[in-house]
């Protein structure tokens, strides 16, 4: 089973508007780690956002924010005005304690934002 | 140069023939992560490393070997290349808890 789903191959965005980008993770230990990549086209892996399970509040980090529902097993990745080079590939991984520093990275969204 | 570096960025080869590919990072990271990236498949982990000449698996590790004897160093060998090792070949590092970060990556044909 696939613990991390990405439902959303593809989305477009106006630019300037928001996005959310969804992800749902599925994993039985208390203690993990959520985390969103980007990828754009020149193809290197630029970090965005981290997210603990027992963090109280949802990460921000600028123009990015994670809706974090933790009985949903939910952790959104919303960018707030939207601007061109956020047009890219968009990953989605957790980190599970129980096995060691290993990543398990979710299929992906490719992202287009229209002028 | 700081951080986290991959050689070759490219490279072609035949099938059976032997291919290292190199890693290097500069922040002496404990962790340090082989993926592969194919169309359809997101990244998957193919080996994996929790400081020096400690390796262990990930979820397709068939046909690749690594070894990591410094810390800084984590080099991914391909015995016999065969052409469904055709990818996009990233190396990862981190210090725990936090994010991996990831090499350039090397792109690697197989013909």
């Known amino acids: 089973a696939q613990k991390i789903t990405q439902t959303q191959p593809g989305m477009f965005v106006q630019e300037k508007e928001a996005v959310t980008l969804d992800c749902t993770y599925d994993?039985?230990?208390?203690?993990?780690?959520l985390f969103w990549y980007k990828q754009p086209s020149s193809g290197e892996m630029i970090f965005l956002i981290y997210?603990?399970?027992?963090?109280?509040q949802n990460a921000t980090e600028g123009r990015y924010s994670l809706n974090f529902q933790k009985a949903r097993k939910s952790a959104n990745l919303v960018i707030s005005a939207s601007q061109l080079g956020d047009s890219a590939m968009y990953f989605c991984a957790m980190r599970e304690d129980n096995y060691g520093q290993n990543f398990v990275f979710g299929p992906g969204t490719r992202l287009s934002v229209l002028p | 140069d700081a951080g986290i570096t991959q050689s070759p960025r490219y490279k072609i080869t035949e099938t059976g023939r032997q291919v290292t590919l190199m890693c290097h990072q500069t922040w002496s990271h404990s962790y340090m992560f082989w993926y592969r990236q194919d169309l359809g498949h997101g990244l998957r982990l193919i080996y994996y490393?929790?400081?020096?000449?400690?390796?262990d698996k990930g979820e397709v590790p068939d046909g690749y070997v690594v070894s990591r004897s410094k810390t800084e160093n984590f080099p991914l060998t391909l015995e016999s290349a065969t052409r469904s090792q055709t990818s996009v070949y990233f190396c990862?590092?981190?210090?725990?808890?936090?994010?991996?970060?990831f090499g350039p990556g090397t792109r690697l044909t197989v013909l």
């Open positions: 997210q603990g399970s027992y963090d109280e």
């Open positions: 994993t039985s230990d208390q203690s993990y780690g």
């Open positions: 490393s929790a400081a020096a000449d400690i390796t």
């Open positions: 990862a590092s981190k210090a725990p808890p936090r994010e991996q970060f």
